[in-house]
């Protein structure tokens, strides 16, 4: 079917609104966040900075396998307003504690009969205990971020972010300033940032409920429910995009994870933008009508893919200078990495809005099977590549599985849809000339009622 209508002036006036908020802070992020990596990646070298990256992907695995999928079921639950505010927050205490220190137990036994990873963490063991505190504080990170997206409280999250983009570079420098160990500045610097952020979104959250947190046996039911079919997919996303460091760290060495590491921080910066947006775009496609989401979802989607494939192919070109400067030329090794892991990065950039489209079709089991598919792709390919080419195999892994990913979802939601694959990837003129129209009529009606204020 040919989409006919446009997407609604207020669609796209909520997205604008919250995605512009999103995109002032993220460049803020983009700059701080940049400035930590630098100087992280200097001081501690190739090797320091491969056990970094070992270290801090052990709690995502472990938060990613464990969650039950509760925040994402929260924020089905609040965006489609299907239960009170209070019985939520209720539940997400309760749950914060009891699953935290369960996450935290399982934590420690990998931790006891993993080899691979004990051998790549020799010399660093005092700073284990560390990385089992911010399992459970990571946690509730996540869940708080999840919340917070679910009551569109964009620019309030957006202010959280930018604080505590600041609060880990400043921790950094001062703790290396006074012991000299930057690695263990980093640590502690994210374990701050991550509980300073649970706790004011928590604090934030409790205001709006208006009341005390009450428990909801049926409301945490139906979270856990929504969750589960979800989180399948959660986990083996965060298997997909994590797993690789571990590989590189066990057939290549934690040098060769330091390489890839800033291959890899390059390449999610770029996903800052898509990040940016599909932020907000969850919760506003979760409270959309069928037609309405149909016209509104390939818009967003075409412009992404422009967008993105222009700022990897720009990123492809200049890599080598920007490792440089950023990193010096002891990071160089990290190029050919970075250029392989940007195609499946446009790919990737499109995935977050696909699952909103099919979440808002009920359909979290389908993106868990697509990601367990791809999961096993990844894992496959990673054995076969990684032992003979280190970090450029992984690279080429992760691209491959991102694109496939991504590539599926998309044939889910156009064969639910109809919509014809031209009308989400090729952006035309009369989309330009739509968007510059919606922005002048947003414009107007502004100044109009600025106007009529004054």
Not at 414 to 423: A, I, N, Y
Request: charged share 10%; glycine share 8%; proline share 4%.
């Amino acid at each position: 079917m040919k989409i006919d209508s446009p997407p609604t002036l207020s669609a796209l006036k909520s997205l604008g609104e919250f995605s512009l908020s999103s995109l002032a802070a993220t460049a803020v992020q983009f700059v701080l966040r940049m400035a930590r990596n630098i100087l992280l990646t200097r001081l501690l070298g190739p090797s320091g900075r491969g056990i970094y990256g070992v270290l801090s992907t052990l709690p995502s695995f472990v938060v990613s396998f464990g969650n039950l999928g509760f925040g994402l079921g929260s924020v089905y639950l609040v965006a489609r307003h299907k239960r009170d505010l209070r019985e939520v927050l209720g539940n997400a205490l309760l749950y914060l504690v009891i699953q935290g220190a369960v996450l935290t137990f399982a934590g420690y036994l990998v931790l006891q009969v993993s080899s691979p990873i004990r051998q790549n963490l020799q010399g660093v063991d005092h700073l284990v205990v560390f990385l089992l505190i911010g399992i459970p504080l990571l946690l509730a990170y996540t869940v708080t971020c999840d919340l917070l997206t679910a009551l569109k409280e964009i620019h309030f999250a957006n202010g959280l972010q930018v604080t505590f983009a600041i609060f880990p570079l400043v921790v950094l420098v001062l703790l290396w300033w006074l012991t000299g160990n930057a690695l263990m500045s980093a640590v502690w610097a994210w374990l701050a940032t991550n509980a300073g952020i649970a706790l004011l979104g928590l604090s934030r959250i409790y205001r709006r409920a208006g009341g005390s947190p009450r428990l909801s046996y049926p409301a945490f039911r139906e979270a856990i429910s929504f969750g589960l079919r979800g989180n399948v997919s959660m986990w083996a996303n965060a298997v997909v995009r994590r797993i690789d460091l571990l590989f590189v760290a066990h057939y290549a060495g934690v040098e060769a994870v330091g390489y890839y590491a800033v291959s890899v921080s390059i390449a999610e910066i770029i996903l800052a933008l898509p990040d940016a947006v599909s932020g907000p775009f969850l919760p506003l496609r979760l409270g959309m009508n069928e037609t309405e989401g149909r016209h509104f979802s390939p818009f967003v989607l075409k412009y992404m893919v422009v967008i993105m494939s222009l700022a990897c192919l720009v990123t492809a070109l200049t890599g080598k200078w920007l490792i440089l400067i950023l990193y010096g030329s002891a990071f160089l090794p990290a190029l050919l990495p970075l250029q392989w892991l940007l195609p499946g990065i446009v790919g990737l950039s499109l995935y977050q809005f696909l699952k909103a489209d099919l979440y808002h079709m009920n359909r979290p089991g389908l993106i868990s099977w697509v990601a367990v598919f791809t999961m096993v792709c990844n894992l496959a390919l990673n054995v076969l590549l990684i032992p003979r080419y280190g970090a450029v195999g992984a690279a080429v892994s992760s691209s491959v599985c991102y694109l496939i990913s991504t590539a599926l979802l998309l044939f889910f939601v156009l064969r639910h849809t109809g919509v014809p694959l031209s009308q989400v990837l090729i952006l035309r003129k009369e989309d330009v000339l739509l968007l510059v129209r919606q922005l002048r009529l947003w414009y107007l009606k502004r100044a109009k009622r600025e106007n009529n204020a004054s």
